[in-house]
C-alpha cells in the first residue's frame, strides 16, 4: 500500500470511527431519556396509577397540568427493541473500526 493509500486509508477510519461514536453518543442518550420516563411512569403506577396520564387521551379534568402527560409513543416496547438494537449494531460497529484503527497503527 502506498503512503497516500494508507494516508487515504487512515482518514477513512479516523471519520467512521467519528461518526459511530457521535451515532452510538446519540442512542445512548436517547436511551437514557427513555429510561428516565419509564422510571417516571413506573413510579407513578405503582403509587397513584389513577393519576396516569397520556397525551390525547380522556383524563379527569382535576388530574391535567397537575399530573405529568406521557405520550404513548415512549412505552412502545417497539420503541425500546429500536433502541436496544441499534446501541448494539453501533457498538459492534465501532468495536470492528477499531479493530481497523489498530491494525493501521492509529
Do not use: C, W, Y
Request: hydrophobic share 45%; glycine share 6%; aromatic share 2%.
Amino acid at each position: 500500500m502506498s503512503p497516500e493509500d494508507q494516508d487515504a486509508a487512515i482518514g477513512r477510519v479516523v471519520r467512521e470511527r467519528r461518526e459511530l461514536q457521535i451515532r452510538l453518543a446519540a442512542l445512548e442518550s436517547e436511551a437514557g431519556n427513555l429510561g428516565v420516563v419509564l422510571a417516571n411512569l413506573g413510579a407513578l403506577l405503582q403509587a397513584r396509577p389513577e393519576d396516569v396520564v397520556f397525551e390525547n387521551h380522556p383524563a379527569p379534568a382535576e388530574l391535567l397540568g397537575r399530573a405529568p402527560v406521557f405520550k404513548q409513543g415512549d412505552v412502545l416496547a417497539s420503541r425500546v427493541i429500536h433502541i436496544v438494537d441499534e446501541i448494539r449494531k453501533a457498538k459492534f460497529a465501532l468495536s470492528n473500526i477499531e479493530t481497523k484503527a489498530a491494525h493501521l497503527g492509529i
